[in-house]
């Protein structure tokens, strides 16, 4: 019962701090409980942000993303897993990999020095964002990314995660939605780290050295069907090894399970 009370006055704050109109207020307020009443007692990432999606697609966010990125330089993350969940358009996750925009994108680079959750129009627009950073925007977009919004999550030990929320037109965020944005992404952010903490978040997954090659040629950019002419395979074969991979990382992608290798060292580009 104190949890829920907390929960309703910081409701409560954030529809009046943000001028909701009074219909709008209870929708969103009651949304919110829902999805923080629902996390109670989920002890896997995959379910809550399952509940979170759903929770965004109050916002018309379709598509949102959440990982867990290197802390800042001089600093040391206790935190030893990298999470990596997302749910944005497979061929731009593909891209994006190929591209190697992770080394450029404006928005990690903006989120490492923020503390509170801003607009990507606001990144595109700044005179310190680069052409080659806008074309990461630009290029999203064409895959259905028209706009969004990204949550920076810092943590005292140095520990640091974006979530992003995407919507397929142009348009701006009204304040009342990035508020609401924001507190679901940190009630998610801090349900992730207690996994962490207690140990719930899985360790480093053993793989098999065909798994491995696969995952590799994923991290590549490849096709199931171009792996398996590469390692002289079929690509069922291989697309087998990739489901592998993609079940011992906790994913519900071949990117993400990708991506989680290579950060955790297990492949090498």
């Given at each position: 019962?104190?949890?829920?009370?907390?929960?309703?006055?910081?409701?409560?704050?954030?529809?009046?701090?943000?001028?909701?109109?009074?219909?709008?207020?209870?929708?969103?307020?009651?949304e919110f409980?829902?999805?923080?009443?629902?996390?109670?007692?989920?002890?896997q990432?995959?379910?809550?942000?399952?509940?979170?999606?759903?929770?965004?697609?109050?916002?018309?966010?379709?598509?949102?993303?959440?990982?867990?990125?290197?802390?800042?330089?001089g600093?040391?993350?206790?935190?030893?897993?990298?999470?990596?969940?997302?749910?944005?358009?497979?061929?731009?996750?593909?891209?994006?990999?190929?591209?190697?925009?992770?080394?450029?994108?404006?928005?990690?680079?903006?989120?490492?020095?923020?503390?509170g959750?801003?607009?990507?129009?606001?990144?595109?627009?700044?005179v310190?964002?680069?052409?080659?950073?806008?074309?990461?925007?630009?290029?999203?977009?064409?895959?259905?990314?028209?706009?969004?919004?990204?949550?920076?999550?810092?943590?005292?030990?140095?520990?640091?995660?974006?979530?992003?929320?995407?919507?397929?037109?142009?348009?701006?965020f009204?304040?009342?939605?990035?508020?609401?944005?924001?507190?679901?992404?940190?009630?998610?952010?801090?349900?992730?780290?207690?996994?962490?903490?207690?140990?719930?978040?899985?360790?480093?997954?053993?793989?098999?050295?065909?798994?491995?090659?696969?995952?590799?040629?994923?991290?590549?950019?490849?096709?199931s069907w171009?792996?398996?002419?590469?390692?002289?395979i079929s690509?069922?074969?291989?697309?087998?090894?990739?489901?592998?991979?993609?079940?011992?990382?906790?994913?519900?992608?071949?990117?993400?399970?990708?991506?989680?290798?290579?950060?955790?060292?297990?492949?090498?580009?």
């Amino acid at each position: 019962m104190e949890r829920r009370r907390m929960t309703a006055r910081v409701s409560d704050f954030l529809v009046h701090a943000t001028h909701f109109p009074e219909a709008a207020r209870e929708a969103f307020a009651i949304e919110f409980d829902r999805f923080v009443d629902q996390t109670d007692g989920i002890a896997q990432s995959e379910q809550l942000f399952d509940l979170l999606s759903a929770f965004a697609l109050n916002f018309d966010c379709p598509w949102i993303a959440y990982d867990s990125l290197a802390p800042q330089k001089g600093l040391k993350s206790a935190q030893r897993d990298p999470a990596v969940i997302l749910n944005f358009p497979d061929e731009w996750q593909k891209r994006y990999f190929e591209m190697g925009y992770d080394r450029i994108d404006p928005i990690i680079k903006t989120s490492r020095t923020r503390a509170g959750a801003f607009r990507w129009s606001e990144v595109y627009d700044d005179v310190s964002t680069t052409e080659d950073e806008r074309r990461v925007f630009d290029e999203a977009a064409t895959f259905g990314l028209r706009s969004g919004v990204s949550v920076p999550l810092h943590g005292p030990d140095g520990s640091f995660a974006i979530m992003s929320f995407a919507q397929a037109w142009d348009g701006e965020f009204q304040n009342r939605t990035i508020a609401y944005l924001q507190l679901a992404a940190l009630h998610f952010h801090l349900k992730v780290a207690k996994f962490d903490n207690s140990g719930a978040i899985e360790e480093m997954p053993n793989l098999s050295l065909r798994e491995k090659e696969c995952i590799l040629w994923t991290a590549k950019g490849k096709s199931s069907w171009e792996i398996g002419k590469i390692l002289g395979i079929s690509g069922n074969t291989a697309n087998f090894h990739i489901k592998n991979v993609m079940r011992k990382m906790d994913t519900s992608s071949r990117t993400a399970a990708a991506t989680k290798a290579v950060q955790f060292g297990i492949v090498e580009m």
